[in-house]
Antibody, heavy 123, light 109 residues
Framework: QVQLVESGGDVVQPGGSLRLSCAAS????????MHWVRQAPGKGLEWVAF????????YFADSVKGRFTISRENSKNTVYLHMNSLRAEDTAAYYC????????????????WGQGTLVTVSS | QSALTQPASVSGSPGQSITISCSGT?????????VSWYQHHPGKAPKLMIF???KRPSGVSDRFSGSKSGNTASLTISGLQAEDEADYYC?????????FGGGTKLTVL
């Protein structure tokens, strides 16, 4: 049974930092790239970041480039989203999601998502 | 990448069929067959319903089907049921990035 459990969401002031974690189980974590996706209140889904299975390549949405980073510890089956210089518009539920196909298989949708963790940026 | 365009809302009665459109460009929806659809009940994890334009993951009802014509993809739900009421998102994906549509709220009357 695949499980993705996010944690680390909190209320933080503008300009602050936060680290989100996503603990994975039920699959061979080191074989799959992982994504972060967010949903602002009342808004749709927005892709945020992706990290390849071995951590060798990372990609970011323009809206977070230069402020957010992504990392993973395959020994702990965990992926992280490091969020710096937070803005009010970063307020959202943040989901981690697993690639459907192995990283060697080309383009892939997401087959499993976590329940999300809430980040609120407010003074 | 710009968000894909979906209608804000659609509705239908139980037993009916509905179709949700997803418009993009030749750089995304129209340029390949990497389109997926997600069902999202608020407060729950989104669920993959369709991938590669028209393929269903194991366990997804065959009442859900996908298609594409030019730069527009579509999700059709036949035999509407109350539990189909949710938000639906299309996406166009590459090896490393994804762009979503704005989402469509499906109401089952």
């Amino acid at each position: 049974q695949v499980q993705l459990v996010e944690s680390g969401g909190d209320v933080v002031q503008p300009g602050g930092s936060l680290r989100l974690s996503c603990a994975a189980s039920g699959f061979t974590f080191s074989s799959y790239g992982m994504h972060w996706v967010r949903q602002a209140p009342g808004k749709g889904l927005e892709w945020v970041a992706f990290i390849r299975n071995d951590g060798s390549n990372k990609y970011f949405a323009d809206s977070v480039k230069g402020r957010f980073t992504i990392s993973r510890e395959n020994s702990k089956n965990t992926v992280y989203l490091h969020m710096n210089s937070l803005r009010a518009e970063d307020t959202a539920a943040y989901y981690c999601a697993k690639r459907y196909f192995h990283d060697t298989s080309g383009p892939s949708p997401f087959d499993y998502w976590g329940q999300g963790t809430l980040v609120t940026v407010s003074s | 990448q710009s968000a894909l365009t979906q209608p804000a809302s659609v509705s239908g009665s139980p037993g009916q069929s509905i179709t949700i459109s997803c418009s993009g460009t030749s750089s995304d929806v129209g340029g390949n067959d990497f389109v997926s659809w997600y069902q999202h009940h608020p407060g729950k994890a989104p669920k993959l319903m369709i991938f590669d334009v028209n393929k269903r993951p194991s366990g997804v009802s065959d009442r859900f089907s996908g298609s594409k014509s030019g730069n527009t993809a579509s999700l059709t739900i036949s035999g509407l049921q109350a539990e189909d009421e949710a938000d639906y998102y299309c996406s166009s994906y590459t090896t490393s990035t994804t762009v979503f549509g704005g989402g469509t709220k499906l109401t089952v009357l």
